[in-house]
C-alpha cells in the first residue's frame, strides 16, 4: 500500500522570503501522480501543483514549484515571495495510475503542514 | 463555470441517527470521491463513484455508503451515527481519465457534529 509523509506539522516564513515543504512517500508503482493541495480556513482543498512521475522536468506553477526526486521518494514544495494569501494548510497526495482492473482517481493524503506567513 | 457544491455545510445529529450528504460536482465531471477529515486521523478515503457505479472503496464499516445519480450528483450516508463520525466530509468531482492526471475539485465540504 501507498503511503505519502509529511514530517513538518508546522511551519513559518515571513512575507516576501521563500519556503520547502516536505513530502516523502511509499510506493512499489513505477507510474504515478503527485499533487500539492492547499487548504484555507474556508476548508475547501485547492490544487497547488501537480507532478507526473513519468516526467523528469520539476513543475512549476508561478511562485510555487517542485523538487521531485523520483529515485528518493521525495516531493518537496518550495514557496517563493510567499504573501499573506500562502497562510494555509498544505498536503501533499498521491495518486497510483491504476486501481486493480480499471482506473481510480483516489488520492492518499499526508498529514498536511501548517503554514503560518509572517507580516 | 459552477464549482463543486456541497449541502449542507453544517449539520448536527444526534448519536443512533443517520444522515444524507449531497454533493454536486462540476457539470461534465463523471467521476465523485469522498473524504473524511479529522483531526485525528487526517485525509481518508471514503469511496469513489464513476457513471453510477462504485468505482473504489476505503476502509469504512458499512455503515458508511453512497450513490451517484445519472446526473452525477453523490449522495452518502451514514447510518447509526457514532461521536467518532464528527469529522468534515469533502466530495471531490473530476473528470476520468484512464492514466491521466487529472486534478480534483473539491467542494467546502460539509462539517458534522454528533453529539
Known amino acids: 500500500a501507498q503511503t505519502v509523509t509529511q514530517s513538518q506539522p508546522e511551519m513559518s516564513v515571513q512575507e516576501a522570503e521563500t519556503v520547502t515543504l516536505s513530502c516523502t512517500y511509499d510506493t512499489s508503482e513505477s507510474d504515478y501522480y503527485l499533487f500539492w493541495y492547499k487548504q484555507p480556513p474556508s476548508r475547501q482543498m485547492i490544487l497547488v501543483i501537480r507532478q507526473e512521475a513519468y516526467k523528469q522536468q520539476n513543475a512549476t506553477e508561478n511562485r510555487f514549484s517542485v523538487n521531485f526526486q523520483k529515485a528518493a521518494k521525495s516531493f518537496s514544495l518550495k514557496i517563493s515571495d510567499s504573501q499573506l494569501g500562502d497562510a494555509a494548510m498544505y498536503f501533499c497526495?498521491?495518486?497510483?495510475?491504476?486501481?486493480?482492473?480499471?482506473?481510480?482517481?483516489?488520492?492518499?493524503f499526508g498529514t498536511g503542514t501548517l503554514l503560518a506567513v509572517q507580516p | 463555470k459552477a464549482g463543486v457544491t456541497q449541502t449542507p455545510r453544517y449539520l448536527i445529529k444526534t448519536r443512533g441517527q443517520q444522515v444524507t450528504l449531497s454533493c454536486s460536482p462540476i457539470s461534465g465531471h463523471r467521476s465523485v470521491s469522498w473524504y473524511q477529515q479529522t483531526p485525528g486521523q487526517g485525509l481518508q478515503f471514503l469511496f469513489e463513484y464513476f457513471s453510477e457505479t462504485q468505482r473504489n472503496k476505503g476502509n469504512f464499516p458499512g455503515r458508511f455508503s453512497g450513490r451517484q445519480f445519472s446526473n452525477s450528483r453523490s449522495e452518502m450516508n451514514v447510518s447509526t451515527l457514532e461521536l467518532g463520525d464528527s469529522a468534515l466530509y469533502l466530495c471531490a468531482s473530476s473528470q476520468s481519465g484512464q492514466g491521466l492526471a487529472y486534478g480534483y475539485t473539491f467542494g467546502s465540504g460539509t462539517r458534522l457534529t454528533v453529539v
Open positions: 497526495a498521491y495518486r497510483s495510475t491504476m486501481n486493480y482492473g480499471g482506473a481510480t482517481n483516489k488520492l492518499i
